[in-house]
């Protein structure tokens, strides 16, 4: 995991756990106590996870796309549904962890009604809160962030302008890209080319679906708004891993700990104390490897796989990928939500770009390594294992 980490591979934490923990099971005991089965379910769903993250993912993306980015006044329409995308948002996922949820804090005790109405109620309150209260904020935020972005870009532009002139290549479309990207930030007037003023675009003719694969420019004003979504997404996106990842790592060291302190792996850690120290030593852990090494693997996922992320395309990927993560461990699936990640970005690239807008040559070389890490993460603990229970 850290070799991967330090080359920026984005690697799956749950193929290593279930690898190395089968290996060292396959050592100690052979196949007593081995669930086949349970086995093969897991490592069906890693290849489940990440093709439902993308088509969720996907799907978000149309909607955004179609409500939004290719409305006439998108900043407008922008303005008036992210905070149902919040109220959503929050519901879902607020619903995943109230349901059947924490022991600690009673919400196991809770009929499905009760979290939904809980769930409801929080949803629609911050949305409405977003909406009446927050709205001249969120409006004031996009147009001043928008600002500082023509800022910047005029910056640039003044520091490159002598080799932009120089480069006649630095002015040409890449070839076969015209006809798939569809500009909306113009429109025509008696014949003459006009730019649109930031928030309005010119919605392309005929009909809805002819654009469900074609690459619609979006406007950067109304991208901007989605910023203010996407920290709660990216919140909810967060929480939705911890509570996948953070799991799946401490399970063995949980199992460790139950057989050190009662002789039995399989006793009931639900309502043990000491259990709280565990998870809050795993996520502790996680925590310093996000801020030590994750940076990283950030920059492959948001940068290198697709086209560069954008704010309202890169909310539906962390929309997509929390609902499948989250689903999964309500499922009691361990999924890797490295997949799950990796999958939304690659279909919502797909769907903005097509093909085109994927490197098909990162997108291998990542595959190469999850396929290389079950057997690798499995080959270390069983030499570690011999050496253990040989040599200590």
């Known amino acids: 995991m850290i070799v991967s980490s330090v080359f920026k591979i984005p690697v799956s934490a749950t193929h290593a756990i279930v690898g190395a923990t089968l290996a060292a099971s396959l050592y100690l005991k052979g196949n007593n106590g081995i669930q086949w089965l349970e086995i093969g379910g897991i490592v069906l769903s890693w290849f489940i996870s990440p093709l439902l993250a993308g088509f969720v993912s996907s799907v978000f993306y149309l909607i955004v796309k179609f409500s939004v980015l290719m409305r006439r006044h998108t900043f407008e329409a922008a303005l008036n549904l992210c905070p149902i995308f919040m109220a959503f948002t929050l519901t879902v996922n607020l619903f995943a962890c109230i349901f059947d949820g924490s022991k600690y804090l009673g919400f196991d005790k809770l009929p499905w009604w009760a979290a939904l109405l809980i769930s409801l109620g929080v949803g629609c309150g911050v949305g409405l809160l977003m909406h009446f209260v927050l709205g001249k904020w969120l ?8 600002e500082r ?5 005029a910056k640039e532009t003044r520091d490159v302008r002598d080799a932009e002139e120089s480069s006649e290549s630095s002015t040409e479309t890449p070839s076969g890209s015209t006809d798939r990207v569809v500009d909306v930030s113009f429109t025509v007037i008696n014949g003459e080319r006009i730019q649109l003023p930031a928030g309005e675009i ?17 406007d950067p004003l109304a991208a901007k708004v989605f910023n203010a979504v996407q920290m709660v997404s990216a919140s909810l996106l967060s929480f939705s891993l911890g509570a996948n990842d953070t799991a ?25 104390a000491d259990m709280q120290y565990l998870l809050l030593f795993g996520a502790a852990a996680m925590i310093v490897g996000f801020v030590t090494l994750g940076h990283r693997t950030m920059k492959l996922i948001a940068k290198e796989i697709t086209t560069e992320v954008s704010a309202p395309s890169g909310f539906t990927v962390e929309l997509g990928t929390a609902f499948t993560v989250l689903f999964c461990a309500k499922l009691g699936i361990p999924v890797s939500s490295t997949h799950c990640a990796v999958g939304a970005v690659l279909f919502v690239g797909m769907t903005k770009s097509t093909h085109e807008g994927v490197d098909w040559k990162v997108f291998g070389k990542i595959v190469v390594v999850w ?3 079950f057997p690798i993460s499995a080959l270390i603990s069983f030499i570690m294992t011999v050496i253990l229970y040989n040599f200590v």
């Open 139 to 146: 409006r004031g935020r996009a147009i001043r962030l928008y």
């Open 149 to 153: 972005d023509l800022k910047k870009k």
């Open 202 to 218: 010119e919605p392309p003719p005929g009909p809805w679906y002819k654009y469900i694969r074609r690459n619609v420019t979006e």
């Open 248 to 272: 799946n790592t401490v399970g063995p060291l949980v199992a460790i700990w139950l057989t050190y302190k009662t002789g039995w792996a399989l006793t009931d850690a639900s309502t043990r």
């Open 371 to 373: 396929l290389l890490c």
